[in-house]
């Protein structure tokens, strides 16, 4: 599918408009493809405009890395689960793995850099993982420490999985993933006495 074009950039935020035309690119081509010279002839601006803005390639994508942060944080609220906390914190880990599926290049530069805006990006979505696991955990911080980062993990560890075709392809492979991802979350949930264990 040809890429979608932009009407050329006259006004307004050229800041964002770079963010999201990267995002754009990035999608399409990969981080390797993606350059600022690229980003500013789909806007149609002058290749030394992210310049002020941007001090190099690496600034925009550090940018990019904290606008996908949010984007994954909204997929992971959009997931729906039921009321229960085990159906609350499933859902978050169903959510990781569909957005690592539907946006493998914003997933993975997500986790190419650290920075404390970064940081400060994706806590929303440590968030989404601690929430669950403190209501299961009986408001025990050091238990609810432990499970939310098992959970997490367990869904990263899907995601690559799935990067790397160990569930195979296409649709049916995320489905899987997602599935297993979950019924992996059940069983952390089931075993967390022994999670609570470890962290003691």
Do not use: C, N
């Not at 993990?153 to 799935?162: E, I, Q, R, V």
């Not at 069983?187 to 022994?194: E, H, Q």
């Amino acid at each position: 599918m040809p890429p979608r074009k932009r009407p050329s950039y006259h006004h307004g935020d050229l800041r964002g408009a770079l963010i999201e035309t990267a995002l754009e690119l990035i999608a399409e081509q990969g981080v390797q493809g993606f350059s600022m010279a690229e980003a500013s002839r789909r806007l149609g601006v002058a290749v030394s405009a992210p310049y002020r803005h941007f001090a190099d390639r690496d600034e925009l994508l550090l940018a990019v890395s904290v606008r996908a942060g949010e984007l994954l944080v909204a997929a992971v609220t959009a997931e729906r689960g039921g009321g229960a906390p085990e159906d609350r914190l499933v859902a978050v880990a169903r959510g990781y793995v569909r957005f690592a599926a539907r946006h493998r290049a914003l997933f993975e530069v997500l986790f190419g850099s650290w920075s404390p805006d970064l940081e400060r990006a994706s806590q929303p979505v440590k968030e989404a993982f601690q929430s669950g696991a403190m209501a299961l955990a009986g408001g025990d911080p050091v238990a609810a420490e432990s499970l939310g980062l098992a959970v997490a993990a367990t869904a990263h560890g899907h995601a690559g999985l799935l990067h790397l075709g160990a569930f195979g392809t296409g649709e049916q492979a995320v489905d899987t993933a997602v599935r297993r991802a979950a019924d992996a979350t059940l069983a952390l949930i089931a075993g967390r006495a022994r999670l609570g264990a470890s962290a003691g």
